[in-house]
């Protein structure tokens, strides 16, 4: 299964932001899912192969950006937003990653500009 590149991921226990960044992004005519914890979200980046992921990092059942490197290895085309309100530090990533950081509150935007310097 490829990538389809309409198609974003959004992992985040929180509920508020992530239907507020699914509600802006489907307006823009991306796709996009929701998952609220890890093991959720690894089901539905198998199934979907989104081209861009959300990722919070303090889930319910971990630490997101611990999981960002296999990501990058399993999905190299796939880009990441870290995201978390906690004055993040970058996590480790092989050479060939794809990402950003940034701080909650999310802007919007951020999110257009983010998305027209490294996606177009």
């Given at each position: 299964?490829?990538?389809?590149?309409?198609?974003?991921?959004?992992?985040?226990?929180?509920?508020?932001?992530?239907?507020?960044?699914?509600?802006?992004?489907?307006?823009?005519?991306?796709?996009?899912?929701?998952?609220?914890?890890?093991?959720?979200?690894?089901?539905?980046?198998?199934?979907?192969?989104?081209?861009?992921?959300?990722?919070?990092?303090?889930?319910?059942?971990?630490f997101?950006?611990?999981i960002?490197?296999?990501?990058?290895?399993?999905y190299?085309?796939?880009?990441?937003?870290?995201?978390?309100?906690?004055?993040?530090?970058?996590?480790?990533?092989?050479?060939?990653?794809?990402?950003?950081?940034?701080?909650?509150?999310?802007?919007?935007?951020?999110?257009?500009?983010?998305?027209?310097?490294?996606?177009?």
């Amino acid at each position: 299964m490829t990538q389809v590149y309409n198609k974003v991921l959004i992992i985040d226990d929180e509920v508020d932001l992530s239907l507020l960044l699914k509600s802006y992004l489907t307006k823009k005519g991306y796709d996009t899912e929701i998952k609220h914890n890890i093991s959720e979200g690894l089901i539905a980046l198998k199934e979907s192969q989104p081209a861009i992921l959300f990722l919070d990092n303090n889930l319910p059942d971990g630490f997101g950006w611990e999981i960002a490197p296999q990501l990058v290895n399993d999905y190299p085309e796939m880009f990441i937003f870290f995201i978390s309100a906690f004055h993040p530090t970058r996590p480790a990533m092989p050479v060939n990653s794809r990402f950003v950081l940034i701080e909650k509150p999310v802007s919007m935007a951020e999110i257009d500009r983010i998305f027209a310097e490294h996606l177009n």
